[in-house]
C-alpha cells in the first residue's frame, strides 16, 4: 500500500524519508507542476541527521494525478490541512486512511467533516524537523508520536511499517486527551515567549504568569471533558520549560520569521472553546487578546 504524503515540509519531509529508507511505497504530492519541476531540478528530498545528508528522489506528483490514494498523510500547517484534503477529494478511495499530523485542534475536525468517507487517525508528535533549503529537512530534536481514532478502538494494520521505518510510536485510545494536554503545554509555554521575546528558559523568570495560564488551562480541560490532561499541567509545562530552556518556542521561530502562526488551533481554540462554555478565563482571553496584537503590529494574520 502507498503512503501518499501531503505537505512536503518539515515533518512529511521526515516521514517520507524513513518509510522510503524502509523500503516502502512512498508518492509526494506537490502543489502544482511548479513545485514538482522544483523537486525534480533540486535532485529529490535531503534529509539531514546528525550532520550527515542523504538525498532520495522519491515518486512525486501533482494533486491532480489520477491515481486514487488509500493511504494519505496530511502535512501542512493546521490552517492549510482542510483545503489540501479538499483538493484531494476526488481521488480518496473508498474507505481511504487520513493520518492528521497537524498540532493543535480544530483542523481534525475539518478535514473529518469534508472527507466523512475516509477514516482519520489523529498524530500528536513531539518530534522536531525545520527546513534549511527547498527540500531539504533536518532532524532537529527526536521525539514520540501518538495516534489515535476518536470513533474507533481498533488499531490500523500498518502501524508495523512505522515501526519498520524507525518512527517512535504509540496507538492510544485516547488521542484527544494527548492533543489537548500538548495545546493546554503550546497556550502555557508559546504565547509567552512571543510576547516576553524570551527562549522557553526564559520563563522561569515569569512565575506567575505561568501558574495563572495552568491553571485557566486545567479549569477549561476539565470542563471539557478532558480531566486525565488537566493532571499535573502546572508540574509537567515547569518540566518542558526546563528541558526545552535553551529553545526558541515554535511560535517564536515562526514570528521571528514573520511566518503565519497555528494561534487559531491553539490558544485562539482555547479560548473559543471557553467562550462555547460560558467559562470567563481572564488571563487566558487576555494573552489571546495581546497576542493577536503583537501579530497585528506586524502584519500577521490574527487566525
Ligand atoms: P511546514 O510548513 O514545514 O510544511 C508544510 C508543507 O505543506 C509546506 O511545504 C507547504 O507548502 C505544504 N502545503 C500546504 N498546503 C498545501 C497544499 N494545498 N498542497 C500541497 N502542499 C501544501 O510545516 P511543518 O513544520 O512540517 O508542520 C506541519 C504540522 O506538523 C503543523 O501542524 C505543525 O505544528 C506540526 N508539527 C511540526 C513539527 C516540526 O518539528 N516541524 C513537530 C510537531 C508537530
Ligand atoms: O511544542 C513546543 C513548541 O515549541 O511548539 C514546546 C517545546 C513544548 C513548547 O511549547
Given at each position: 500500500?502507498t503512503?501518499?504524503?501531503?505537505?512536503?515540509?518539515?515533518?512529511g519531509?521526515?516521514?517520507?524519508?524513513?518509510?522510503?529508507?524502509a523500503?516502502?511505497?512512498?508518492?509526494?504530492?506537490?502543489?502544482?507542476?511548479?513545485?514538482?519541476?522544483?523537486?525534480?531540478?533540486?535532485?529529490?528530498?535531503?534529509?539531514?541527521?546528525q550532520?550527515?545528508?542523504?538525498?532520495?528522489?522519491?515518486?512525486?506528483?501533482?494533486?491532480?494525478?489520477?491515481?486514487?490514494?488509500?493511504?494519505?498523510?496530511?502535512?501542512?500547517?493546521?490552517?492549510?490541512?482542510?483545503?489540501?484534503?479538499?483538493?484531494?477529494?476526488?481521488r480518496?478511495?473508498?474507505?481511504?486512511?487520513?493520518?492528521?499530523?497537524?498540532n493543535?485542534?480544530?483542523?481534525?475536525?475539518?478535514?473529518?467533516?469534508?472527507?466523512?468517507?475516509?477514516r482519520?487517525i489523529?498524530?500528536?508528535?513531539t518530534?522536531?524537523?525545520?527546513?534549511?533549503?527547498?527540500?531539504?529537512?533536518?532532524?532537529?530534536?527526536?521525539?514520540?508520536?501518538?495516534?489515535?481514532?476518536?470513533?474507533?478502538?481498533?488499531a490500523?494494520?500498518?502501524?508495523?511499517?512505522?515501526?519498520?521505518?524507525g518512527?517512535?510510536?504509540?496507538?492510544?485510545?485516547?488521542?484527544?486527551s494527548?492533543?489537548?494536554?500538548?495545546?493546554?503545554?503550546?497556550?502555557?509555554?508559546?504565547?509567552?515567549?512571543v510576547?516576553?521575546?524570551?527562549?522557553?528558559?526564559?520563563?522561569?523568570e515569569?512565575p506567575?504568569q505561568?501558574?495563572q495560564?495552568?491553571?485557566?488551562l486545567?479549569?477549561?480541560?476539565?470542563l471539557c471533558?478532558?480531566?486525565?490532561?488537566?493532571?499535573?499541567?502546572?508540574?509537567?509545562v515547569?518540566r518542558?520549560?526546563?528541558?526545552?530552556?535553551?529553545?526558541?518556542?515554535s511560535?517564536?521561530?515562526d514570528?521571528?520569521?514573520?511566518?503565519?502562526?497555528?494561534?487559531?488551533?491553539?490558544?485562539?481554540?482555547?479560548?473559543?472553546?471557553?467562550?462555547?462554555?460560558?467559562?470567563?478565563?481572564?488571563?487566558?482571553q487576555?494573552?489571546?487578546?495581546?497576542?493577536?496584537?503583537?501579530?497585528a503590529?506586524?502584519?500577521?494574520?490574527?487566525?
Amino acid at each position: 500500500m502507498t503512503w501518499h504524503v501531503l505537505g512536503i515540509g518539515s515533518l512529511g519531509s521526515l516521514w517520507a524519508m524513513r518509510l522510503a529508507r524502509a523500503g516502502l511505497p512512498v508518492h509526494l504530492l506537490l502543489r502544482d507542476p511548479q513545485r514538482l519541476a522544483a523537486y525534480h531540478q533540486a535532485g529529490g528530498l535531503t534529509l539531514v541527521e546528525q550532520g550527515q545528508a542523504q538525498r532520495l528522489e522519491l515518486p512525486a506528483e501533482t494533486l491532480d494525478a489520477p491515481t486514487p490514494i488509500q493511504r494519505l498523510l496530511v502535512a501542512c500547517k493546521a490552517y492549510d490541512a482542510e483545503a489540501a484534503v479538499a483538493a484531494l477529494l476526488p481521488r480518496l478511495a473508498p474507505g481511504a486512511e487520513l493520518v492528521l499530523l497537524q498540532n493543535g485542534l480544530g483542523s481534525q475536525d475539518a478535514v473529518a467533516a469534508r472527507a466523512p468517507q475516509a477514516r482519520c487517525i489523529l498524530a500528536s508528535s513531539t518530534e522536531g524537523a525545520f527546513r534549511d533549503g527547498d527540500f531539504r529537512v533536518v532532524f532537529a530534536g527526536h521525539g514520540f508520536t501518538w495516534l489515535g481514532d476518536p470513533h474507533a478502538t481498533a488499531a490500523p494494520s500498518w502501524l508495523d511499517e512505522l515501526e519498520r521505518a524507525g518512527i517512535p510510536h504509540g496507538w492510544t485510545p485516547d488521542i484527544l486527551s494527548r492533543l489537548w494536554r500538548k495545546l493546554a503545554l503550546n497556550c502555557a509555554i508559546n504565547p509567552l515567549t512571543v510576547l516576553n521575546d524570551c527562549r522557553n528558559g526564559g520563563l522561569v523568570e515569569h512565575p506567575a504568569q505561568v501558574q495563572q495560564l495552568c491553571a485557566e488551562l486545567a479549569e477549561l480541560l476539565q470542563l471539557c471533558g478532558q480531566p486525565a490532561a488537566a493532571e499535573g499541567l502546572h508540574d509537567e509545562v515547569g518540566r518542558v520549560i526546563q528541558a526545552t530552556a535553551a529553545n526558541y518556542s515554535s511560535m517564536y521561530q515562526d514570528v521571528a520569521a514573520k511566518r503565519r502562526t497555528e494561534i487559531g488551533y491553539l490558544l485562539g481554540y482555547a479560548c473559543a472553546a471557553a467562550e462555547r462554555h460560558r467559562l470567563v478565563l481572564p488571563h487566558l482571553q487576555a494573552l489571546l487578546r495581546r497576542l493577536q496584537g503583537h501579530l497585528a503590529e506586524r502584519g500577521l494574520p490574527l487566525d
